[in-house]
């Protein structure tokens, strides 16, 4: 597929470097694979061609980046905490922001006539993409660096994401509110596991469960029910 | 809570770091953190003294590993087979038993006396917290090769775990069969999202829905709920 705008992209070879150089920072081993990662399928059908694969692979490495940072910037809170924080940092929409931000809509090839493409996540997964282009070209030491340079430091504020506990029920209520829908939280199940009890809890809208959280406190089960109504609904 | 088989384990400690050098094939740095690794919170409560932070990290770490081993064996394949691929090396029944035989259950500290504790997963859960203490200890690159080494190479055989494709079907099937009730696969929605048409199947039993499955084609939507049933039901 020979779009306009890919031409005109790659057509300079100077220009397409320099503007990867300003996103990313450094000059790259293989521009070919930073291309693969920029890819968006609507551009390229091949599984070798486009992005998904390093998103893939990416998606992982930045998942245990997180990991350790967290792991060893909260070294006595528990596993719940630590897994709320990470999935605070490297949502969708969060990771969409970030890659906008950065620049990555400019370079980023897709195309612009499909309608069905989700705008609100083709940026964030060309960023996980680009993750793993960078690290199959310098290995997992230098990108947990480029990361925490790069995406982290910049963009994620830590004492921010400690206190968002409370939006995504927050900002179901309010869409509730506006939109004349009953809200309602409902424990559905409650029982022992590992030696602890396990809620399950649904986000019901107008009596249609919408999102069922589990956790071993309502609190929590019902704060991922909230998140995941609110991505189910896209807010 | 001073349990006699913990004194019996961690009195001798030369006993415990044979054990342990044995399992994981070299002589830790950090005794402390392994022990870690290997408390079940139904002997540790606190946060820093059970397995589960460790455990949040091994499973990140492991996951990337297992994703750059599949970005690399198969450079041709799509995100959806490599997605596939991994959920089949590292989810929980696998983990478990490779954990057992590499004879975790021996050295993994928890409250026998304890029968809400799913027996079925401890072991797997340790090895991940065990995987988040090598980590720790050793870095992510040697990490890596102790993974392939001690867990991927002897335990995991990709040519039949790429056969294993309808496994969860038939073996939903058979449990379905045997227990008289009766089994169906339901398309629930149909859409387009980025560009390609996305199936949500469900796995009704009994006319319940018991577990919903995406993707951009039928028969892997059905395979994945499929395997979330399996997992339900504790097959």
Redesign the interface.
């Given at each position: 597929m020979a779009h306009s705008f890919l031409r005109k992209i790659f057509s300079s070879k100077d220009s397409f470097e320099k503007q990867l150089h300003n996103i990313i920072g450094f000059t790259p081993g293989n521009t070919e694979l930073y291309k693969t990662s920029l890819s968006h399928?609507?551009v390229k059908e091949g599984?070798?061609e486009n992005n998904?694969?390093l998103?893939?692979?990416g998606?992982?490495?930045l998942?245990?980046v997180?990991?350790?940072f967290l792991?060893k910037k909260y070294?006595?809170?528990?596993?719940g905490f630590?897994?709320e924080m990470r999935s605070k940092m490297v949502n969708r929409a969060t990771l969409n922001d970030i890659a906008v931000k950065m620049g990555l809509k400019k370079i980023t090839l897709y195309?612009k006539q499909?309608n069905?493409?989700?705008i609100s996540?083709?940026f964030g997964n060309t960023l996980e993409a680009l993750i793993?282009a960078v690290?199959i070209d310098l290995?997992?030491?230098k990108t947990?660096k480029w990361i925490m340079k790069t995406i982290i430091m910049p963009h994620m504020f830590m004492d921010d994401l400690e206190q968002l506990e409370i939006n995504h029920k927050n900002k179901l209520y309010g869409w509730a509110n506006k939109n004349g829908k009953a809200l309602e939280f409902e424990t559905l199940d409650e029982r022992?596991?590992?030696?602890?009890r396990l809620f399950t809890v649904a986000a019901v809208v107008d009596g249609e469960n919408l999102a069922e959280g589990k956790a071993f406190n309502k609190k929590d089960a019902s704060q991922i029910a909230a998140q995941l109504a609110v991505e189910k609904l896209g807010l």
């Amino acid at each position: 597929m020979a779009h306009s705008f890919l031409r005109k992209i790659f057509s300079s070879k100077d220009s397409f470097e320099k503007q990867l150089h300003n996103i990313i920072g450094f000059t790259p081993g293989n521009t070919e694979l930073y291309k693969t990662s920029l890819s968006h399928r609507s551009v390229k059908e091949g599984s070798n061609e486009n992005n998904e694969r390093l998103e893939f692979l990416g998606d992982a490495v930045l998942s245990a980046v997180v990991a350790d940072f967290l792991f060893k910037k909260y070294p006595y809170k528990g596993e719940g905490f630590l897994t709320e924080m990470r999935s605070k940092m490297v949502n969708r929409a969060t990771l969409n922001d970030i890659a906008v931000k950065m620049g990555l809509k400019k370079i980023t090839l897709y195309n612009k006539q499909d309608n069905s493409l989700k705008i609100s996540q083709i940026f964030g997964n060309t960023l996980e993409a680009l993750i793993g282009a960078v690290y199959i070209d310098l290995g997992y030491k230098k990108t947990k660096k480029w990361i925490m340079k790069t995406i982290i430091m910049p963009h994620m504020f830590m004492d921010d994401l400690e206190q968002l506990e409370i939006n995504h029920k927050n900002k179901l209520y309010g869409w509730a509110n506006k939109n004349g829908k009953a809200l309602e939280f409902e424990t559905l199940d409650e029982r022992f596991e590992n030696g602890r009890r396990l809620f399950t809890v649904a986000a019901v809208v107008d009596g249609e469960n919408l999102a069922e959280g589990k956790a071993f406190n309502k609190k929590d089960a019902s704060q991922i029910a909230a998140q995941l109504a609110v991505e189910k609904l896209g807010l």
